[in-house]
T-cell receptor
């Protein structure tokens, strides 16, 4: 069966520090991968999506970047965090050509 | 801007009552999905309805879709305390990219 792993669950980082959040999917190949951010009490904002290794589409200009070094690995990064980067980050995957996401458990990022 | 907007933003009902949430969207879609999010957790896929379908059932869930009004509703019958969560609709952009835009969510509280 397919599973998605996202870590860490919580993270407190100082302003100006780097960020690396990792997401991996097991039990499938060539998935579509997504990064969403959710501000407190709000809906989800699509940040990046990827349909294949090295293929990244950015939805919102921002202080973040994404990479897909392996088929089932999706990484969200920042060189220097801003206070406004705080939020709940969710990774998700879907099968190519299929509908519906499976979400990871999320990372609560607090930039202080 | 958000593709989907849920209404109401918050809903509080007694256990055993029915809960109805609505979602409106702006552009044509291939399908619409509903997700549930328990506090501080990832989202869980509940049900998908395609643009050529008008109603769909899954257990205590009933989803309707009116493409002429660009709206959908989620009905949870005989609600339970465990249904307490936020509910989001998500729509694709009919662009073939499998990107889903989420609404702002309805916070449902079921009182025991």
């Amino acid at each position: 069966s397919q599973t998605i792993h996202q870590w860490p669950a919580t993270l407190v980082q100082p302003v100006g520090s780097p960020l690396s959040l990792e997401c991996t999917v097991e039990g499938t190949s060539n998935p579509n991968l997504y990064w969403y951010r959710q501000a407190a009490g709000r809906g989800l904002q699509l940040l990046f999506y990827s349909v294949g290794i090295g293929q990244i589409s950015s939805e919102v200009p921002q202080n973040l970047s994404a990479s897909r070094p392996q088929d089932r690995q999706f990484i969200l990064s920042s060189k220097k965090l801003l206070l406004s980067d705080s939020g709940f980050y969710l990774c998700a995957w879907s099968e190519q050509g299929a509908y519906g996401y499976t979400f990871g458990s999320g990372t609560r990022l607090t930039v202080v | 801007s958000q593709q989907g907007e849920e209404d109401p933003q918050a809903l509080s009902i007694q256990e055993g009552e029915n809960a109805t949430m609505n979602c409106s969207y702006k552009t044509s879609i291939n399908n619409l999905q509903w997700y549930r999010q328990n506090s501080g957790r990832g989202l869980v896929h509940l049900i998908l309805i395609r643009s050529n379908e008008r109603e769909k059932h899954s257990g205590r869930l009933r989803v309707t879709l009116d493409t002429s009004k660009k709206s959908s509703s989620l009905l949870i019958t005989a609600s339970r305390a465990a249904d307490t969560a936020s509910y989001f609709c998500a729509t694709d952009l009919n662009s073939g990219t499998y990107k889903y835009i989420f609404g702002t969510g309805t916070r449902l509280k079921v009182l025991a």
